[in-house]
């Protein structure tokens, strides 16, 4: 099945395919691209449709994804999609013959950051797992990024995942948020090359969880006759009380009541 979907790719005609740097759009790749111009790096895209592809291979048009819900996800034809999702990796890579193993083998004193939602890092987990056998120093020489709580027991010390409240000290929305903070890591280790995945969750980790808006706590909603009594009991102590006034009083004690039926439940109580 991935040997069929690979060859008909392969028959889109040259001048229909374009470099992978040129092929992909969107927030995610905008800040990858800024990696490349900006740090040096070289990009590798983890693809649900091509493989392992380096950022100047020239591509087709294709839509494929590991994640769900969309009408280009992968099939299932396991009972889990987690699985049928690593088999194609499998076999499209064996087909291909560009894999994360392939990539590490010929590249073992290199460093890579492997970024992705963890519906594609769990896609290629397998494939990392034999991948990492060849580098030389692989604590000092691969990254996980990825969100979520998912365990992957033999890369875990090599995670670093993103949280929702990092996005404001990286400037970055939810699509963009591995990417943005695989790019604020690379800025990092610049500065100091000889420095780990554990010296920046100690040093750095805490600045962007810190520098995080605090939510607002949510007041505790009210019935109707609970707001009718607070609105009599505040206009039995000021009978001027502006209706505008006491809802700003009324959710600074931490209650919560729809504005609209706030004011029509003041106008019925005091016409």
């Not at 040997?3 to 740097?21: G, H, M, S, T």
Request: charged residues 25%; proline residues 3%.
């Amino acid at each position: 099945m991935a040997q069929n979907w690979v060859q008909e790719l392969e028959r889109v005609p040259a001048e229909d395919c374009l470099p992978a740097i040129e092929r992909y759009k969107g927030a995610h790749w905008s800040v990858a691209k800024s990696c490349m111009l900006e740090l040096g790096v070289e990009l590798w895209i983890m693809s649900a449709g091509l493989g392992l592809i380096n950022q100047n291979e020239h591509i087709p048009d294709y839509q494929a994804t590991f994640s769900a819900g969309s009408d280009n996800s992968i099939p299932v034809w396991n009972k889990k999609r987690a699985d049928s999702n690593s088999n194609w990796w499998q076999l499209l890579t064996e087909y291909k013959e560009h894999s994360f193993k392939v990539l590490f083998r010929d590249h073992s004193e290199d460093t890579f950051i492997v970024c992705g939602s963890k519906d594609y890092i769990r896609a290629v987990s397998a494939d990392l797992e034999q991948a990492i056998l060849f580098l030389e120093q692989p604590e000092k020489q691969l990254i996980i990024i990825t969100s979520g709580n998912d365990s992957y027991p033999s890369l875990n010390r090599f995670l670093l995942r993103s949280r929702e409240d990092m996005r404001t000290a990286l400037q970055a929305n939810m699509l963009s948020l591995n990417i943005s903070l695989a790019k604020y890591f690379l800025s990092w280790l610049k500065q100091d090359t000889t420095k780990s995945l554990e010296d920046f969750k100690t040093d750095q980790l805490p600045i962007l969880i810190r520098n995080a808006p605090q939510k607002k706590a949510k007041g505790q909603k009210q019935t109707e006759s609970q707001v009718e009594t607070y609105i009599k009991e505040s206009i039995s102590k000021c009978a001027d009380v502006k209706v505008t006034n006491l809802l700003i009083m009324f959710r600074k004690e931490g209650k919560s009541f729809e504005e609209k039926r706030f004011k029509a439940v003041f106008k019925r109580v005091k016409p």
